[in-house]
């Protein structure tokens, strides 16, 4: 069936130093690609987002790339510093009714 | 605006028993969508709701049901339990289809 795939399921990385995560999709008709971070212990939290229409959108550190053609999308973070150590999820909305599916999640670890 | 609140926030239940879960999404938001979170499945669709009508539908089993208020108030319930269905559930609402997913806090269901 139609879902998304993220990549990888761990990452750690020296604070200071960038942090990239990958998701892949299937269904070639989706138009809205989500960011979540989940911090230990608390609710799913949007940190950015991208439509179908743009190929890049950048909010401080944290930035998304979108290759439609290809049909995968990525999470940039530069300058990593601790705060930054939660799991991220990817999204995209999947099928006739557009459903947001998540990819399976990234335990990111920002190393002091 | 005040967030996403769910009731209750923990949950202990036995095998065979069924349970019942409230979401209470940000006002005006008329779409509700659940999800079960686990260690192991990251966060797994259950269905959405829009204007009292279910939109879409996950792959659970039938035990697993809900409905939508007028006033965009859902509950979830889970007939039967069993020990697989000890899970974090979270709603997430939104204004419409196909855009930012608030969610709320989740309810933490221990099924021994």
């Known amino acids: 069936g139609e879902n998304v795939e993220q990549h990888p399921s761990t990452l750690s990385v020296q604070e200071g130093d960038s942090a990239v995560i990958k998701c892949t999709y299937s269904?070639?008709?989706?138009?809205?690609f989500p960011w979540y971070k989940q911090e230990l212990g608390k609710r799913p939290q949007l940190i950015i987002d991208?439509?179908?229409?743009?190929g890049e959108k950048k909010d401080q550190r944290i930035a998304v790339t979108l290759n439609k053609t290809a049909k995968h999308f990525s999470l940039h973070i530069t300058e990593t510093q601790p705060e930054d150590s939660a799991v991220y999820f990817c999204?995209?909305?999947?099928?006739?009714?557009?459903?947001?599916?998540f990819g399976s999640g990234t335990q990111l670890t920002v190393l002091p | 605006k005040a967030g996403v609140t769910q009731t209750p926030r923990y949950l202990i239940k036995t095998r065979g028993q069924q349970v019942t879960l409230s979401c209470s999404p940000i006002?005006?938001?008329?779409?509700v969508s659940w999800y079960q979170q686990t260690p192991g499945q990251g966060l797994q669709f259950l269905f959405e709701?829009?204007?009292?009508?279910?939109?879409n539908k996950g792959n659970f089993p039938g035990r697993f049901s809900g409905r939508q208020f007028s006033n965009s108030r859902s509950e979830m319930n889970v007939s039967t339990l069993e020990l697989g269905d000890s899970a974090l559930y979270l709603c997430?609402?939104?204004?419409?289809?196909?855009?930012?997913?608030?969610f709320g806090p989740g309810t933490r269901l221990t099924v021994l």
């Open positions: 997430a609402s939104s204004p419409e289809a196909f855009n930012e997913q608030f």
């Open positions: 269904d070639s008709a989706s138009n809205y």
């Open positions: 991208i439509r179908s229409n743009v």
């Open positions: 999204a995209a909305t999947i099928g006739s009714a557009r459903q947001l599916t």
């Open positions: 006002s005006g938001h008329r779409s």
């Open positions: 709701y829009f204007s009292e009508t279910q939109r």
